[in-house]
Structure formats: structure tokens, C-alpha cells
């Protein structure tokens, strides 16, 4: 059974820096892309990084671009989200997910998804 378990969320002040990790198991990622997604309360799902099987390429959503950092440890089939200066629009629900068909930044393209961690970012 394929399992992606986040993990790092928290309460952080508005500035600070929180790393928000996903373990794979049950399959071996490594020749996989993954992603970041969030959703804050009353809004839609939305796309916040991509990094293609080999952590060689990356890809951010404008609003967390020069903040936000993806990578992955395909020893350890696992990928993290470095997040820096955080903001209270930061606050959501962030999932990762992985193994895109299509389009990293279109949910619609993953096959698997963890159940999420929150972050929440005090103003």
C-alpha cells in the first residue's frame, strides 16, 4: 500500500521558517516527480512547488517563489518543503503529492496524496 505521510508542520510567527517534510513508502519515488500543494480554509486546493525525479529541476508558484524551497532524498523517499519568511497567507493545509501525468502544477495530474500537515503562521 502506497503511503505519503507529512510530517514538520506547526505554529510559527509571522517571519519565521518551518521545513514540512513526506515520507513515501510502499513504492520507490525516486524515478518520480513530486509536489506541493495547500489549502487554506474556504479556499481551493493550490500548487506551491514541483521538483522533477532527480531534484535537477524545479518549480514554484509566484507567491512562495524566493521564499519557498523543494527537495528530495531519494534514499530516504522522501521530499521537503523549506519555507522561509513566512506569512499569515501561508497558513494552510499543506499536502504533498506524487507522480504527476501531466502538468506538476494541476492536482488533477497525481495519483497519490498524503493526508496533509497544517501550518499555521501567526500574525
Known amino acids: 500500500q502506497v503511503q505519503l505521510v507529512e510530517s514538520g508542520g506547526g505554529l510559527v510567527q509571522d517571519g519565521g521558517s518551518l521545513r514540512v517534510s513526506c515520507a513515501a513508502s510502499?513504492?520507490?519515488?525516486?524515478?518520480?516527480?513530486m509536489g506541493w500543494f495547500r489549502q487554506a480554509p474556504g479556499k481551493e486546493r493550490e500548487f506551491v512547488a514541483g521538483i522533477n525525479w532527480s531534484g535537477s529541476s524545479t518549480y514554484y508558484a509566484d507567491p512562495v517563489k524566493g521564499r519557498f524551497t523543494i527537495s528530495r532524498d531519494n534514499a530516504k523517499n522522501t521530499v521537503y518543503l523549506q519555507m522561509n519568511n513566512l506569512k499569515h497567507d501561508d497558513t494552510a493545509v499543506y499536502y504533498c503529492?506524487?507522480?504527476?501525468?501531466?502538468?506538476?502544477?494541476?492536482?488533477?495530474?497525481?495519483?497519490?496524496w498524503g493526508q496533509g500537515t497544517q501550518v499555521t503562521v501567526s500574525s
Open positions: 503529492a506524487a507522480d504527476p501525468k501531466g502538468l506538476w502544477d494541476d492536482s488533477a495530474w497525481y495519483k497519490y
Open positions: 510502499g513504492r520507490n519515488f525516486s524515478t518520480a516527480a
